[in-house]
């Protein structure tokens, strides 16, 4: 997927991230402000999107409490935090407004 891609499926869905998989599993996310960094720096949106998303980012477990998911982000200073089964499959993301 290129970045002009990913940034068309955020303004499509209306949502302020992707999470990235191979075969299933989490390995990346691109956010809305990875894509508004990108356009001020006006970087070819033809660009593999693997380039600039976060790898392997920093997850909660789908049986965490909201508590250890504040905690997680806080701590972290994150504002989006993938959600992930056991097995490494996304189930959705926290996200702080």
Known sequence: M??????HVLRQHRTGALLVT?????VGIFTERDALRLMA?????SQPLSKYMVSNPETISSDATVGQ???????GKYRRLPIVYANGRPTGNCKVS
Do not use: N
């Not at 290129?2 to 940034?7: L, N």
């Not at 720096?41 to 949106?45: G, I, K, L, Q, V």
């Open 2 to 7: 290129s970045v002009g891609d990913a940034i």
């Open 22 to 26: 191979e075969q299933g599993k989490l």
């Open 41 to 45: 720096d006006e970087t070819d949106w």
């Open 69 to 75: 998911a504040i905690e997680k982000m806080a701590k």
